[in-house]
């Protein structure tokens, strides 16, 4: 959204502009670890996204996202499950690291 000079205090929404922003592609960040993403938003979700382990501090393991649930499953035994969207499940929860896969 780009401010009007002319008006201050009004936003307008300059789709010509979206649209020469949105044709930019570029190599996701995470290209060097083996993703092939061409986009600007995609990272925040990228599978090859690097990583430490959040349930130690001293545990030292940094790898891609994707490889977080066999590290916490098999170093860590956290408690697992997976689940299917759309499909209701229960979820008893206790005072530990629990680790969800979908």
Same mark, same amino acid.
């Given at each position: 959204?780009?401010?009007?000079?002319?008006?201050?205090?009004?936003?307008?929404?300059?789709?010509?502009?979206?649209?020469?922003?949105?044709?930019?592609?570029?190599?996701?960040?995470?290209?060097?670890?083996?993703?092939?993403?061409?986009?600007?938003?995609?990272?925040?979700?990228?599978? &090859?996204?690097?990583?430490?382990?959040?349930?130690?501090?001293?545990?030292?393991?940094?790898?891609?996202?994707?490889?977080?649930?066999?590290?916490?499953?098999? &170093? &860590?035994?956290?408690?697992?499950?997976?689940?299917?969207?759309?499909?209701?499940?229960?979820?008893?929860?206790?005072?530990?690291?629990?680790?969800?896969?979908?």
């Amino acid at each position: 959204m780009c401010q009007i000079f002319a008006g201050w205090s009004r936003l307008e929404r300059s789709c010509d502009m979206e649209r020469a922003i949105q044709s930019f592609l570029v190599d996701c960040y995470y290209a060097n670890h083996g993703c092939q993403e061409k986009t600007t938003y995609y990272e925040k979700a990228c599978p &090859h996204m690097r990583c430490s382990c959040p349930y130690s501090s001293g545990c030292g393991f940094a790898g891609q996202a994707a490889e977080l649930w066999d590290h916490l499953t098999a &170093h &860590h035994k956290c408690p697992q499950m997976e689940f299917q969207y759309g499909v209701e499940f229960d979820l008893r929860v206790e005072p530990t690291v629990h680790v969800t896969r979908h």
